[in-house]
């Protein structure tokens, strides 16, 4: 598997519809497994719930990043998600989201070279020129060209 | 001030990094250094070694999870927050840890 698998421009979508937080996790699942990327949609949508439930994945700036780690998941994933209305997710800063980033990860990846590009994606987040730019960008191109950015940095 | 952070998450794919990132920004900021140690899917990463602790005037934990070689720290002064709080407003768990021990 290539670094750059870690994400494809199919694994970005614009203009997604939902009104809840559920509904979005429910369309990452669908989508990761109709890629391929999850081999049991249940289980996958069941842990992003989860992780919801234990605390909120929307770390503030209108950005949310559900993840699970299980063994259901085929290959370690981000997909992207801009929404078309903002959706209430009980963020650190309490403001609606509109972008999503989603993570699946291989409970066996322990330790690969994919959880060292999500930690440097992670990191990332916490600049707020990226999220400025992925709140700008308006074509998956543009998403999957600041995303593979980061994996290049140093 | 000489600060000694760790950061960890249930999942470690993402918050312990992000909560990195955000003592750093701060520390930097508010002008003290740091180290930061993430206790994440990939083990011990920048592990806090004893000659760290040596100069360390105050330590900060960001978790969500039990911590590996907690021990490393006892007798020094422990300011522990949830791992969001690191995420959020790193700059306000510096200054409040601060706050408790140094007034």
Redesign the interface.
């Known amino acids: 598997m290539e670094l750059g698998d870690l994400i494809t421009i199919d694994l970005i979508e614009f203009n997604v519809f939902a009104s809840t937080k559920e509904e979005v996790l429910r369309k990452v699942a669908t989508h990761l497994y109709k890629a391929g990327r999850v081999s049991d949609e249940e289980a996958y949508f069941q842990a992003l719930v989860n992780?919801e439930n234990?605390?909120?994945?929307g770390?503030?700036k209108g950005i949310a990043?559900p993840?699970?780690?299980i063994e259901e998941v085929t290959l370690p994933t981000i997909s992207v998600l801009k929404l078309n209305t903002p959706v209430e997710w009980d963020s650190?800063?309490d403001k609606p989201v509109n972008i999503v980033i989603a993570?699946a990860?291989p409970s066996k990846?322990?330790?690969t070279i994919h959880?060292?590009l999500?930690?440097?994606l992670?990191?990332e987040?916490?600049?707020d020129e990226f999220v400025e730019k992925l709140h700008k960008a308006n074509s998956k191109d543009e998403i999957y060209q600041y995303i593979t950015n980061v994996f290049h940095k140093e | 001030m000489n600060i000694v952070a760790v950061t960890a998450c249930?999942?470690g794919?993402?918050?312990?990094?992000?909560a990195?990132?955000?003592l750093e920004?701060a520390a930097k900021k508010l002008g003290h250094t740091i180290k930061v140690e993430?206790q994440?899917?990939?083990?011990l990463e920048n592990e806090i070694k004893p000659k760290d602790l040596e100069t360390a005037d105050l330590v900060i934990f960001a978790v969500?999870t039990k911590i590996e070689k907690a021990d490393r720290f006892k007798n020094l002064k422990i300011y522990e927050v949830?791992v969001?709080a690191a995420?959020?407003n790193a700059d306000k768990v510096i200054e409040d840890a601060i706050k408790k021990y140094f007034g």
Do not use: C
Request: hydrophobic share 40%; net charge positive.
């Open positions: 992780r234990a605390t909120t994945t770390f503030g990043i993840h699970a780690n650190l800063d993570l990860v990846a322990k330790g959880l060292q999500l930690a440097k992670s990191e987040l916490m600049e | 249930p999942a794919v993402a918050h312990t990094y992000m990195k990132k955000g920004k993430t994440g899917s990939m083990g969500d949830p969001a995420v959020k």
